[in-house]
């Protein structure tokens, strides 16, 4: 009797899961405001009529998502790629993928799939997503990558003083993402990245100070290029307040760095044969009259 039982339960769950596929099947022929109703449901209550196959439910549901999204994207005759379908309604994208992720929480590409196409429609269904997935992952770096990379794009996208808040979150999944084992250099090293975006160079600094003694000569390489950025923008710093308050003494911007020479010296700026203040890497700063401001110049290969 006991070796009867799993095989009755698995008849009895193909069965009760027959139902469940021609329901979703009805949604699928109906007009698409009924379809949009129908396939609405909550991933709890499929997972209770499942009982136990959650993982087919998962996957056919799954199927579905991609379904949806191909007909949709079809229907629009757009490319398929991240950035050209946010016009494209899909009011049914979020609540797909997560009724797969209920059903099967360890499901990572319906996570992965909703970092790249949920943000450019909902920002906060496709973090709500990955937080969920990161809950039921914690070892999944790539996970953290997306979430971090979703915040670095809110950044680039924000108002100015709203930008260090947005790269700060980052550079925290990016640094969280990094310490777990077999996640990539380049997490630590984008970690730094939003902390030197964000202001926070001093944190950066230290990161990449302990880079530097790093067996991987990629890893100390990288770090060596980020002090040098490091350090420009703390010049730069300098020197655009050196300008600024050139400007507002004489009324107008020198006609050249060479102006403020001996000002930079006082701080240690580092200066060429021709008293100009030079970058890291031994190229003149440029000067931008029109905005008053210093810049590192092309040729230079200090990050920007």
Request: charged residues 25%.
């Amino acid at each position: 009797m006991k070796q009867i039982k799993p095989g009755l339960v698995l008849v009895l769950g193909m069965l009760l899961l027959y139902p469940l596929q021609r329901w979703i099947d009805g949604a699928a022929a109906s007009d698409t405001r009924t379809e949009e109703m129908l396939y609405l449901s909550s991933g709890k209550t499929i997972r209770k009529m499942s009982l136990g196959l959650e993982g087919l439910a998962a996957d056919i549901y799954w199927i579905r998502t991609l379904q949806y999204f191909g007909r949709k994207l079809i229907d629009s005759g757009k490319p398929l790629n991240a950035g050209s379908t946010a016009d494209i309604d899909m009011p049914l994208l979020a609540p797909l993928l997560n009724i797969v992720v209920t059903l099967d929480p360890n499901h990572l590409p319906a996570y992965r799939f909703g970092a790249i196409f949920l943000p450019e429609r909902d920002m906060l269904a496709a973090i709500a997503l990955l937080e969920k997935g990161i809950r039921e992952n914690p070892n999944e770096w790539r996970l953290y990558q997306d979430i971090a990379y979703i915040y670095w794009q809110l950044g680039n996208a924000a108002r100015l003083e709203d930008r260090p808040a947005f790269y700060a979150t980052a550079a925290d999944w990016y640094d969280r993402g990094g310490q777990i084992e077999g996640a990539r250099w380049w997490m630590r090293d984008l970690a730094g990245l939003m902390r030197i975006k964000g202001g926070s160079r001093e944190a950066a600094r230290a990161i990449y100070t302990g880079y530097l003694t790093s067996d991987e000569k990629t890893i100390s390489a990288q770090a060596v290029g980020r002090l040098k950025q490091l350090r420009s923008l703390d010049e730069l710093d300098v020197i655009n307040s050196v300008l600024a308050k050139w400007k507002e003494a004489n009324g107008a911007c020198p006609s050249d760095l060479r102006a403020i020479a001996p000002a930079l010296r006082s701080v240690n700026i580092k200066l060429d044969e021709t008293s100009v203040p030079v970058d890291p890497d031994g190229f003149p700063y440029l000067f931008d009259a029109v905005n008053c401001k210093a810049k590192l110049e092309m040729r230079s290969s200090v990050p920007r």
